[in-house]
């Protein structure tokens, strides 16, 4: 009588703004599936986390893969012990619990306490006063004695801790400074070839995006946008090789004390780490990295690069890119391929055969140093 709808209202679920929250969810939800890999289409032999990549170490991986036939025997043995007719334990005894290591406990931080006070004996002038000593009571010859290190190993080649001795490669650029006249650069010459030191560059990032696929594009307009920035036609991507047989593991080793986790790059949609630097630290890791970056950069559409020519440094090889016809061109370059393992000797190789078609060659190391060669 007062025209009054008599229809009840819809659940609440089914309001639009439901729905669309709803939605939202479900899309996050396929996001992250996609992000994770494939176990059925994996085919490396190594044991990887589905949802962050990461390689389980061997003794992880022992623990995960023989897990049933742990329990099992810890079973039988608990039925023997306890049940059987010659068992010697009592049936309510503790368990004992076999601790098994997962991907969760390879982030788990362990606390030592330390038993016994560890003293360092200093190559000081007591040290010798003790040898004398030692050797008015002992059937030691003192000459003989010190024509040998009294270091695990010589002190030309490392410190008392067994770490290597290294330089500090900076004086040699202070140097350079001190006796080379500084000249202020006003005018970018035209016609230039810009030499990169990708490993310096990754460094250097301030916020790494959320997947390997937007790193790699990211990167890509990074380098595109130098090259413009310097008014350079051609630009090197020149990194370090990190071979498993290494002079400089040693060194790598230090850098990596506080341990590192190697990541399986299997898709453009992964996530990238939470802690890159942690992540870089780790030489197989930046190996599949600029592999990865390679792989990706091939996919990429021609008119990125417009008419700039880039060439990649991967492993000991290195590839051109450049467009033709908008169509993007990639081809080795074997002049280019070298088994070097620091860059810097890299960038060398590639300024010389950048200076046969270029007057000018631009070497930037990172934000502080830029050569300019002509």
């Given at each position: 009588m007062v025209d009054k709808d008599s229809e009840a209202k819809s659940r609440r679920e089914l309001d639009k703004a439901s729905i669309n929250r709803e939605e939202v969810q479900v899309q996050g939800i396929v996001s992250t599936i996609e992000s994770m890999v494939d176990p059925f289409s994996y085919e490396g032999e190594d044991l990887i986390n589905i949802s962050s990549g990461i390689v389980a170490p061997v003794d992880v991986r022992n623990d995960l893969q023989h897990a049933f036939q742990i329990g099992t025997s810890g079973a039988e043995k608990f039925v023997v012990d306890r049940i059987g007719l010659n068992g010697n334990v009592d049936f309510f005894a503790p368990l004992r619990t076999n601790k098994l290591?997962?991907?969760?406990?390879?982030?788990?931080?362990?606390?030592?306490?330390?038993?016994?006070?560890?003293?360092?004996?200093?190559?000081?002038?007591?040290?010798?006063?003790?040898?004398?000593?030692?050797?008015?009571?002992?059937?030691?010859?003192?000459?003989h004695l010190l024509t040998y290190s009294l270091t695990t190993v010589p002190a030309s080649l490392g410190t008392g801790d067994g770490q290597l001795v290294k330089t500090v490669k900076s004086k040699i650029m202070h140097e350079v400074e001190r006796v080379v006249q500084h000249v202020e650069l006003k005018d970018v010459p035209q016609n230039s070839a810009l030499m990169?030191?990708?490993?310096?560059?990754?460094?250097?990032?301030?916020?790494?995006?959320?997947?390997?696929?937007?790193?790699?594009?990211?990167l890509l307009v990074t380098l595109v946008s130098l090259g413009k920035h310097f008014k350079s036609e051609r630009i090197d991507f020149v990194?370090?090789?990190?071979?498993?047989?290494?002079?400089?593991?040693?060194?790598?080793?230090?850098?990596?004390?506080?341990g590192s986790q190697i990541v399986q790059i299997t898709r453009p949609e992964q996530r990238t780490p939470k802690q890159f630097k942690k992540f870089l630290s780790s030489g197989q890791n930046k190996e599949e990295l600029i592999e990865f970056l390679f792989c990706e950069w091939k996919k990429c559409d021609a008119e990125t690069l417009s008419d700039t020519k880039l060439f990649v440094c991967h492993k000991e090889m290195c590839h051109s890119f450049h467009s033709v016809n908008n169509i993007l061109v990639v081809e080795e370059v074997k002049e280019l391929r070298s088994d070097h393992e620091e860059a810097d000797t890299r960038l060398l190789l590639h300024a010389k055969h950048a200076s046969k078609a270029y007057s000018t060659?631009?070497?930037?190391?990172?934000?502080?140093?830029?050569?300019?060669?002509?």
């Open positions: 290591k997962t991907f969760a406990t390879m982030g788990s931080t362990t606390i030592a306490k330390l038993t016994s006070t560890t003293v360092n004996l200093k190559c000081t002038e007591k040290l010798f006063a003790r040898l004398l000593v030692i050797g008015q009571t002992r059937n030691v010859d003192l000459h990169i030191d990708g490993m310096a560059l990754i460094q250097m990032m301030g916020t790494v995006p959320s997947t390997f696929c937007a790193l790699a594009q990211q990194v370090d090789r990190y071979p498993q047989i290494s002079i400089k593991n040693c060194e790598r080793s230090r850098r990596a004390a506080t060659i631009i070497i930037r190391c990172h934000a502080a140093f830029t050569f300019f060669c002509s």
